[in-house]
């Protein structure tokens, strides 16, 4: 059974930093690229970041370029959001990815999902 298992997040001020972690169990981790998205109320589902399998390429919304790093460490079974520079805009429901095709930011493309964690940030 896959697993993908978010944490890392909550409330923080504008300008501010979290990293979310999420745990993956059940598959072969190295095997897929891995995404995060996050949801905000009333919102459709939003593209972040991705990785590729090896962790050499990265993607991003140009919302968060320059101020977010997706990172892996297939060891662990992890990949990571690094969230610097926050802003309220930011505030949404952030979930990871499993993505066993090629790269794409289509959240539909994507084959397993984690619940979620909640990333609040205040003015």
């Known amino acids: 059974q896959v697993q993908l298992v978010e944490s890392g997040g909550g409330l923080v001020q504008a300008g501010g930093s979290l990293r979310l972690s999420c745990a993956a169990s059940?598959?072969?981790?190295?095997?897929?690229?891995m995404g995060w998205f996050r949801q905000a109320p009333g919102k459709e589902r939003e593209f972040v970041a991705a990785?590729?399998?090896?962790?050499?390429?990265?993607y991003y919304a140009d919302s968060v370029k320059g101020r977010f790093t997706i990172s892996r460490d297939n060891a662990k079974n992890t990949v990571y959001l690094q969230m610097n520079s926050l802003k309220p805009e930011d505030t949404a429901v952030y979930c990871c990815?499993?993505?066993?095709?090629?790269?794409?930011?289509?959240?539909?493309?994507?084959?397993?999902w984690g619940q979620g964690t909640q990333v609040t940030v205040s003015s």
């Open positions: 990815a499993a993505l066993s095709g090629s790269y794409s930011p289509d959240p539909g493309r994507y084959d397993y």
């Open positions: 990785i590729s399998r090896s962790g050499s390429i990265t």
């Open positions: 059940g598959l072969t981790f190295s095997n897929y690229r």
